[in-house]
């Protein structure tokens, strides 16, 4: 009989121990040999809104209208006011500070002006005289104050139908006084800024440009296309020849009263960088001086032809006006608006006899040549170009005219009302 002896539980157990470890050896190899796989990784991203520049767009830069010369512009009227140039009232008191100053001719083939103070206010004007016909129909377009000493009824009825607020004298207006340096009637004064204060609401804007301002000097149209005018001397009546001169270190035009150097009370020479001269035909106005002389009226609505002088030349020009308040539009002879060099600017209201000639320059003949003359302001602002004839007949220089040597500002004597803080403004640079 065969005994069968039973395995130990131990031995089996190792046994089977053996076999696991075998397997798990195995299997941890064929693990080893696959790659891991590279976790997941999930990014956000936050997209922050557009940068926004909240800053305003820079403000274009600013022009005085009535001179076309950069600056911070002031918020007030154009005051006009009628001066006079007979030879008893030079040297007359603030017209170097003028924008623009119209030269027109009355009784007695006297010349007087009227002076438009806008980008500088002095303190004093004068010597201040009365009305004309025409002179609403010239300042109309600038929707401001129209000051003089008095004036016949008709004239002053004139100047408020062009839409200006007149103050004279006269009516009783503050801001007038005589001084007493001069015989009257050639002593009536002003402080403007008495005048400024008594503009009401529907004339106490800033007006509009009453010509269109090349960028500078260099580009307006008579720079580029008008023919050298050393000087431009004007015949505008027998007793009226002023003069102009051109400066090419101050780069101004200088004006003399026929053959004496034209100086304001101050002694400073009387300048412009532009001059402008249009033909004007001239009838009788109603009515007759005191001293019993017809009144002559300058006709400025209409057309006709003329010059602008600017940078030492001189370029002929047609002109034309559509009534009392519309700007003047001013074009070379192939109809092209016509840009004036930055600065101050005297126009010659030169009548129908009346002529110019240049002294010391070429003779400027007609051209269909244009250029154009970017960044221009004012009205009809765009091109200008063409050389073309100046004066239609020729004036003898040397003119004859009487100067009256600069003397002080005249003293004020009384006032009728105290003056309230004048509004100035220094003369930008660029003249």
């Not at 140039?85 to 100053?101: F, K, M, W």
């Not at 296309?225 to 000087?231: E, L, Q």
């Not at 304001?264 to 412009?272: D, P, V």
């Not at 004839?389 to 009302?417: D, F, K």
């Amino acid at each position: 009989m065969t005994t069968r002896t039973p395995p130990r539980r131990g031995a089996t157990l190792w046994a089977l121990a053996a076999v696991v470890a075998v397997t798990l050896a195995g299997c941890a190899g064929e693990a080893s040999e696959e790659p891991t796989p590279a976790p997941t990784v999930t990014e956000t991203f936050t997209q922050s809104p557009a940068a926004v520049d909240k800053k305003a767009p820079p403000a274009p830069a600013q022009t005085w209208p009535l001179t076309g010369v950069p600056g911070e512009v002031a918020d007030r009227p154009a005051v006009a006011v009628k001066i006079e140039n007979s030879p008893e009232s030079r040297p007359q008191t603030g017209l170097e500070d003028a924008d623009i100053v119209w030269e027109e001719i009355v009784e007695g083939g006297i010349a007087r002006y009227i002076a438009v103070w806008h980008s500088v206010m002095p303190s004093e004007i004068g010597p201040i005289r009365s009305i004309r016909p025409m002179d609403g129909n010239i300042v109309g377009p600038l929707h401001g104050l129209m000051v003089c000493s008095g004036g016949k009824a008709p004239f002053i009825a004139t100047a408020r139908d062009a839409e200006l607020q007149v103050l004279t004298m006269d009516g009783g207006d503050r801001g007038f006084y005589r001084v007493n340096t001069r015989p009257a009637p050639h002593n009536v004064y002003a402080d403007p800024a008495d005048f400024l204060a008594q503009a009401d609401t529907k004339h106490s804007a800033s007006p509009v440009p009453q010509f269109a301002y090349a960028p500078s000097m260099s580009v307006a149209s008579a720079a580029t296309a008008g023919a050298d005018a050393p000087t431009i001397a004007v015949a505008m009546s027998g007793g009226a020849h002023p003069a102009w001169t051109w400066d090419p270190t101050a780069e101004v035009w200088e004006r003399s009263e026929g053959e004496n150097p034209a100086e304001a009370a101050s002694g400073t020479r009387l300048t412009a960088a532009n001059v402008v001269a249009m033909k004007v035909d001239v009838r009788t106005a109603q009515g007759r001086d005191p001293a019993g002389n017809s009144i002559p009226e300058s006709i400025v609505i209409g057309e006709g032809t003329g010059f602008v002088a600017s940078a030492g030349k001189i370029l002929h020009i047609q002109w034309s006006k559509e009534s009392a308040t519309a700007v003047a539009a001013i074009t070379d002879d192939d109809g092209h608006p016509v840009t004036l060099a930055p600065g101050p600017t005297w126009v010659e209201l030169v009548p129908s006899n009346g002529s110019w000639e240049t002294v010391g320059g070429t003779e400027p003949s007609p051209s269909t040549s244009t250029s154009g003359t970017a960044g221009a302001t004012g009205p009809g602002a765009s091109a200008s170009a063409g050389v073309s004839a100046s004066a239609e007949t020729s004036a003898s220089a040397g003119a004859r005219g009487s100067g009256v040597s600069p003397g002080a500002s005249p003293n004020r004597s009384a006032r009728t009302s105290a003056s309230p803080t004048a509004a100035t403004s220094s003369r930008p640079t660029s003249r």
